[in-house]
């Protein structure tokens, strides 16, 4: 395992800043603030102090080919039309498909014409490829009702629909509402949580049409988590997914496999202390918790992801030494020797990470450079190169074929490539015959695939690899 870790920190890059000095700041752990493009970019959402008393929301893209590490910012919430925000935009999430950038996040519009407003959930669709970027106007998912909308959750299913759950006071007390985003238009508010007390900051994640919803619920001895999964317009009953010990159990984030199951994140004080304990939910049945931290002082804000080859990602901010570092758990199927991710910033909070189809990893967080910008928090990114020969182009290898591709090699060297589609979907997995991978351009059952464009995840003794395959010569 040790070799591992210093093989895969040899393809890190440094500490890049990726804000313009003044004081910004990710949201709660709940929200999903980042999406990979999977053309070795990502695109991250945060709020910013732009006047010292608004926030608004900002967006820059992670290009891969930019020697700082980024192309451009995007102003979110600001210069949508009457809707754009100067009082307070926060917990933003930011999902992508097909060169379409979605922004969700929470906001509260300066009264317009005698008319008050609190805090609204809202959306943006940005258009990466027209005209070199294009911005939509700023739409509301909820409605203006003079009770608080806020702290939303967001996430995009393989079809591309969006799922997306915030907090609301419109029954007089904080309950988790619901909606659905499909072929451009939302459905109707849902509330998802019956908690008599309080239902508050939750986080979706969706696979194979489904919906999985978790939150934080104040009726037992303490906050514990509890969940709910929609299928259609099937709803299942409310159930706790923490333990009823009287230990607060929150901060909850949770991720999908593309097998169905579905990985969650919290910080549980059942050890005295917080600690990060993860959790999966295969099969309608949930795995014991595990304490993947194990640190002696406090380690809280987990994020997760889980990647096409379904191996898990989890960062978490470990308050002890310099104030807040940043951990990040190795992909594998075991948890142990977590690795620091910061080297030159303190005080570091609210990391998130994603995966993207050719491996490579992108975290991000806020931290201190003590002595610069004042000593305000900045939004730092680092991303990890699977194949460090590779960074001046988009893959590690790209190949256009209209026949079979045949991998030569040996069967220690190979044990084995999975394909996947481009929006992850597993195609098929292929063993070596005779020291060789062959993909004969088909999928299950041996049927042959449409023309498009496929990723192989190689795995082998002491070789990962990833290859694009942009395949010519199928259905069309």
Known sequence: MWALIIFLFSGWSSEVCMSVAAKSFLPDNNCNPIAVDNEGGAFVSWGFNRTYRYYTIHSIHIDRFNSRGHTEYLDV????????????????NVLYKDSTVYYIWDDRMLPVNGVDYENEVFYRVYYWNINYGTFGSILGVTSNDLKYSYCPSACMDENGTIYTVWEDLRTGIPQVFYKKYQDGVWSDAKQISQSPYFAVYPS????NGKAYIFWEDGRDKAIEIYMREIDGDSISPEQRVTDDDGYFSYGIHSASG??????????????????VYYKKYSNNVWSNPINISNSSTDAVSPSIYIDIWGKKHIVWADRGEDEGNIYYIVPGDTFSHPVKVNETTIKCENPFVAVDTMGMVYIIWTGIYEGKYSNQPQLIFRRYTPDK???????????????????????????????????????????PKNGKLIWRMDGKGGRKVKDGIYFLHIEGENTIMSKKVVYIGGKK
């Open 258 to 275: 593309n097998d169905g199951s579905v990985h969650i994140v919290w910080t549980d004080e059942k050890d005295g202390y917080p600690q």
């Open 389 to 431: 020969n590779a960074k001046s182009t988009k893959y590690s290898s790209t190949v256009v074929l209209q026949g079979p591709l045949v991998i030569s090699g040996n069967n220690k060297k190979y044990n084995r490539a999975v394909v996947y589609d481009i929006i992850g979907r597993k195609i098929k997995t292929i063993f």
């Open 204 to 207: 979706v994640t969706a696979n």
């Open 77 to 92: 919430s600001w210069g949508g039309g009457n809707n754009h925000s100067i009082l307070g935009a926060g917990n933003s």
